[in-house]
């Protein structure tokens, strides 16, 4: 199991900001996909934002427009989210793979224990 490490969770008032961040291992040449999503209890698990293994970015209907993804290194993902509202509270979690940018390595999909973010009115 690979440890992803997220952080930036938290309380925010309506129309504030937070930043996420997840730090993956170092897989050397190996660039993987890595996304946010979201949850809310009884609810399934809703894609946010994600950079592919070949640097795309893409973002879900709730986020585009308000949140950012950026990618500063292949190990780290930061998701800037912007405006935010109510329907935002949820509990974030980090997802790597299972895309890779190489055949050389090796193909797994792993999940981080999730950040919580609240929006409070």
């Known amino acids: 199991q690979v440890r992803l490490e997220e952080s930036g969770g938290g309380s925010v008032e309506t129309g504030g900001s937070l930043t996420l961040s997840c730090a993956a291992p170092?897989?050397?040449?190996?660039?993987?996909?890595m996304g946010w999503y979201r949850q809310i209890p009884g609810k399934e698990r809703e894609f946010v934002s994600g950079?592919?293994?070949?640097?795309?970015k893409t973002y879900g209907d709730s986020a585009r427009g308000r949140f950012a993804i950026s990618q500063p290194d292949a190990n780290t993902i930061y998701l800037q989210m912007n405006n935010l509202n109510s329907d935002d509270t949820a509990m974030y979690y980090c997802?790597?793979?299972?895309?890779?940018?190489?055949?050389?390595?090796?193909?797994?999909?792993?999940w981080g224990r999730g950040t919580q973010v609240t929006v409070e009115d």
């Open positions: 170092d897989f050397k040449h190996c660039k993987y996909d």
């Open positions: 950079v592919d293994y070949d640097g795309t």
């Open positions: 997802k790597i793979g299972p895309r890779v940018g190489s055949r050389l390595c090796r193909t797994f999909e792993d």
